[in-house]
């Protein structure tokens, strides 16, 4: 295994300690949110503030879950819980749906439509974020889970992965369901799905961090506390003027806000790695 | 197998480098029911992608009364007053400035780890590991915890500065300002690169450098010349999808930290649209901005197939 590129001795002891210096630095800023959360708020006020986890984490974690400032933090987590299950699942469902018809289907307007799905590449919600506003306001869907969820669901990038992974399945699968008789249906339920499994879940556990990241747009459809997402509602956990931020609830916030997607990154690496380098590749 | 977006040919029944039919032989026969699968995603994409993107055009060439009862048409007014406005060309100086800065900084970091890591044949998992879970922190709370550490009153890291002699405030200082929130999006894109440039890295065959070794190739003469050369296409790769991350989803970041202050140092053009929109209620402007973005957005997505077409034919 080690090779002559293998390097030894001090070469390899520098390399070790670059890299542990590097996830240190990396590391820090969250070290620190963490042990603000565990202190009381004098000690933050006067600096420095300490390096090391205090004893008040129950008290700032059960504050910031069942009072919090504008809404409980519980409520907000569970809004966002929602908003990336949602995404996820109907990304995933649109998608799985649309590139089934154009791979296996020839359709009138079928390429129109391709294109038409296409060009939703371009168009990321930042960019249009005014009339998109306008248009869910129209709808009445302010401070509603569908008006989170919607617009940002239509997505090229799955409708592609799926479509690609699809011209990649044998023809004599299609073929053999054909004379078997069974319907289109039946393939894509019965074999085109349980071959997806893996795509399916790594894409999943992408779309989940996408979904629960979310800042502008929920930011600008809930205006109402208690339909606020937790990446949303931090920012307005901050007094207006002078007054002094609560820091220690405002940094348990912040852990609980990155809790859920760092768990499922390093619980399901293996997916997250393949979900990541294969759809943008 | 590889996921890949097709280029501007892809539909076309042709055969693609790589052997694959880019179409299927077999296929069911039906015309309602493909409709009925595809509705969903149209009927989304038309409401929310289209309808609104039409409206931008739209509003772009207005400009509505102060009491928004009726909008009299301008023609192009809207775009020639953007392009005359100090503070709207000074935008693209700043979203340059920082997305250069974000992308430089969170590669040349992520590339050196890599490297490391990837000479540490047995604990490069282990660090892998260690570093890329930050991929899953929200810029907006990256940008919380930044503001934390520098905040003037009780950051840790602000008040160290202050003890060293010198005085940190971005909330006044335009640099400052800058300066950290380049840094706090660039922290959270570091997994990101490292994650590629690793597997880049371990897809160059062990042979091949270790006989360039052999010739007695150093360490820097053989990255110079061999292992920079065949990491180029993902380097390239990277180059473009971090400009875009800096341009569209950083807004997070610079919401929390500074709010595109202090005066406008940090509104890069995503901030602009939103604050000349929402915040200014100025919307044939904001309008005029999207579809400037529009713009831009579909160069920068023409730059990346262009590059992915060129790496189908490697």
């Known amino acids: ?49 300490p390096l090391w ?18 809404a409980p933090v519980s409520v907000m987590l569970l809004n966002s819980l929602v908003m990336a299950i949602g995404i996820a699942i109907g990304k995933i469902v649109i998608s799985l749906l649309s590139a089934f018809a154009i791979v296996y289907f020839r359709f009138p307007f079928r390429m129109a439509f391709f294109w038409l799905i ?86 999943f556990v992408i779309l989940f961090i996408y979904g629960w990241n979310q800042y502008l747009w929920p930011l600008l459809i809930t205006t109402d506390p208690s339909m606020n997402t937790v990446v949303m509602g931090i920012k307005q956990m901050f007094p207006s003027g002078d007054d002094i931020a609560d820091w220690p609830v405002i940094m348990a916030t912040s852990i609980l806000a990155m809790l859920p997607p760092v768990a499922v990154v390093i619980g399901m690496q293996k997916l997250f790695v393949r979900g990541l380098l294969e759809s943008e590749k | 197998m590889k996921w890949r977006c097709p280029g501007p040919s892809a539909g076309t029944p042709t055969v693609a480098p790589s052997g694959v039919y880019m179409e299927k032989r077999v296929i069911f026969r039906g015309k309602l029911l493909p409709l009925a699968l595809v509705f969903p995603q149209v009927l989304i994409t038309a409401v929310f992608f289209f309808w609104p993107a039409g409206q931008a055009i739209w509003q772009s060439l207005f400009i509505p009364d102060p009491f928004g009862l009726s909008s009299q048409f301008v023609g192009l007014d809207n775009f020639r007053y953007l392009l005359s406005d100090p503070y709207y060309r000074n935008s693209f100086v ?32 282990t660090y892998r590991t260690l570093l890329i879970w930050p991929y899953a922190v929200a810029p907006a709370v990256a940008g919380v915890l930044w503001m934390f550490m520098f ?137 005029a901005q999207s579809v400037i973005l529009l713009v831009l957005v579909g160069i920068l997505t023409v730059i990346q197939f262009k590059f992915i077409e060129r790496k189908v034919h490697y």
């Open chain 2, 94 to 125: 700043t979203t340059a400035i920082f997305s250069l800065s974000v992308t430089f900084l969170s590669m040349g970091i992520a590339l050196l780890l890599a490297i490391l890591a990837d000479r540490l044949i047995k604990s490069s998992g």
């Open chain 2, 151 to 287: 905040n003037t009153r009780v950051g840790i890291v602000s008040w160290y500065l202050g003890k060293l002699g010198y005085d940190w405030n971005h909330v006044l200082n335009g640099g400052e300002a800058m300066g950290l929130v380049v840094v706090a999006s660039a922290w959270g894109r570091i997994s990101y690169n490292f994650l590629f440039f690793l597997a880049g890295l371990q897809a160059i065959p062990r042979s091949v450098i270790e006989a360039a070794a052999i010739d007695g190739a150093h360490f820097w003469t053989r990255f110079r010349t061999i292992v920079f050369p065949l990491l180029s296409p993902i380097t390239f790769f990277l180059l473009v999808v971090n400009v875009i991350y800096a341009f569209f989803e950083t807004f997070g970041v610079i919401h929390t930290i500074t709010a595109g202050g202090p005066q406008q140092s940090t509104t890069i053009l995503v901030y602009k649209v939103y604050a000349d929109g929402f915040v200014g209620q100025d919307l044939g402007s904001s309008a």
């Open chain 1, 1 to 49: 295994m080690s090779g002559m590129v293998e390097k030894r001795g001090r070469a390899l002891w520098l390399s070790h300690a670059v890299l542990i210096l590097g996830v240190a630095m990396i590391c820090f800023p969250i070290w620190l949110a963490f042990v603000a959360s565990t202190v009381s708020q004098p000690e933050i006020a006067r600096p420095p503030m």
């Open chain 1, 53 to 70: 986890p205090g004893d008040q984490l129950v008290e700032n974690y059960r504050k910031a879950l069942f009072a919090g400032i504008n």
């Open chain 1, 118 to 203: 296409f060009l939703t590449l371009m168009l990321p919600v930042e960019v249009r974020i005014v009339p998109t506003y306008e248009v869910v306001a129209g709808l009445g869907l302010l401070n509603s889970y569908s008006g989170l969820i919607f617009p940002l669901i239509a997505s090229a990038t799955a409708t592609f992965l799926f479509r690609q992974f699809f011209l990649t399945v044998p023809d004599e699968l299609a073929e053999a369901a054909r004379i078997d008789g069974a319907s289109a249906m039946r393939f894509f339920r019965d074999i085109l799905l349980p071959m997806s499994r893996t795509n399916i879940a790594a894409l």
